[in-house]
């Protein structure tokens, strides 16, 4: 889910073109409307249905749920999957689970008004800003949207935050005798060939937060993430960065023993890694700290329109939000939950440490960001 999507491995690009080569199968069912003839593709809340239990009527005599680029492995999804399929019934199919958030935007514009068309999203920050302007979003209020903290929203009800954490240092302690704890180690001639990150950060969020994370840590701000693409220029001249893009599968061969990921990701695979004899350690680096969520928007065209929103009301629920923290996510109802009382404590007290209170960049600054990325990522790594 980064500030854009691989989620390979967050958040891989490598399957954009098969995204695009992809046909659909048809034209789009007919809008669904309720028994009271509401029109669920222009319902902006369960109020509009007649309450909760007329949307997960309407929801049920879709009985589907097209979503793109949602690995199971990825924030626990697997689990939010398998609980809404058995709370209602509602089957969800999943294309290009490994795909980035460009690639979620692709389809939604080169499939509309097909059958195939992705009902939901789930995107990096600064392409759920795109999706928006773009006016490819439904607005729709959950009915936690209050509760959402402010600057994590679309004021439309476009978009909104769902889970995130922070950029993180995932090191293989069996293959690399000394673990980086900060952006400043991983230049260091000892790591020559080990450091990658999660995809293309002109596609993937992950990777887009590991550069933004490197800027922080050599000068840069929120205003300006250039110092984070000399940074890994000069990894790369020194030989440190491998282009490979990071998976759990490139971790197990040894391919990228160090992975600059999301702290969710990183603290996952370290679960996953036990049974395969893999010591994954994972570090927030201090000198680098950024913070990112994801979004979870709906496609204004959507097949399913009703599942679509019920599908949201049920990540925002505190049965979402804490299969979120279930899988190391720090979800974005969090703090209410906490005062609520509704937070698995348990969970929360396995989240990676940090500290102080994170920080997030705007709409402006991301937009520029992305843009400076655009034009000279290619050029920081190439040769």
Not at 29 to 41: F, I, K, L, Y
Not at 326 to 349: F, I, N, S, V
């Amino acid at each position: 889910m980064n500030l854009f999507p691989p989620r390979t491995a967050v958040i891989g690009g490598a399957l954009a073109a098969a995204v695009l080569t992809l046909s659909a199968c048809g034209a789009a069912p007919e809008s669904t409307t309720t028994d009271d003839g509401v029109n669920a593709a222009t319902a902006t809340s369960a109020k509009d249905f007649g309450g909760m239990d007329a949307l997960v009527a309407a929801a049920k005599r879709e009985g589907k749920l097209n979503a793109i680029a949602l690995p199971r492995d990825w924030a626990n999804y697997g689990a939010l999957i398998d609980g809404f399929q058995k709370k209602y019934g509602i089957k969800i199919e999943v294309e290009n689970p490994d795909g980035a958030s460009q690639d979620e935007i692709n389809a939604v514009t080169s499939r509309k008004g097909q059958d195939r068309a992705p009902d939901v999203l789930d995107l990096g920050s600064s392409f759920a800003l795109s999706a928006a302007q773009q006016g490819l979003l439904a607005p729709y209020k959950v009915a936690a949207f209050a509760d959402i903290p402010e600057g994590q929203k679309d004021p439309k009800a476009r978009w909104y935050n769902d889970y995130g954490g922070y950029i993180s240092i995932g090191c293989d302690a069996k293959r690399v005798k000394e673990c980086p704890e900060t952006f400043a180690d991983l230049l260091k001639p000892k790591y020559k060939g080990q450091v990658a990150l999660n995809g293309n950060p002109t596609k993937s969020g992950s990777a887009f937060g590991g550069v933004w994370a490197a800027s922080l840590a050599s000068g840069g701000s929120f205003d300006d993430i250039q110092p984070g693409l000399d940074f890994f220029a000069k990894l790369k001249k020194n030989g440190n960065y491998t282009p490979v893009e990071s998976t759990p599968a490139t971790v197990e061969k040894g391919e990228t023993p160090i992975s600059i990921d999301w702290d969710y990701l990183n603290a996952g695979y370290a679960d996953e890694f036990k049974s395969k004899g893999v010591d994954w350690k994972v570090v927030v680096p201090a000198d680098g700290k950024f913070s990112q969520y994801y979004s979870q928007a709906i496609n204004k065209d959507a097949p399913h329109p009703a599942a679509a929103r019920l599908w949201q009301e049920y990540l925002y629920s505190a049965e979402g939000q804490n299969l979120w923290l279930a899988g190391y996510a720090r979800p974005a109802l969090m703090p209410a939950m906490e005062k609520a009382g509704t937070l698995d404590k348990t969970a929360a007290a396995k989240l990676p440490k940090v500290e102080g209170t994170p920080a997030f960049p705007t709409e402006d600054q991301q937009t520029k960001a992305k843009d400076v990325l655009g034009q000279g990522w290619a050029k920081a790594v190439s040769g």
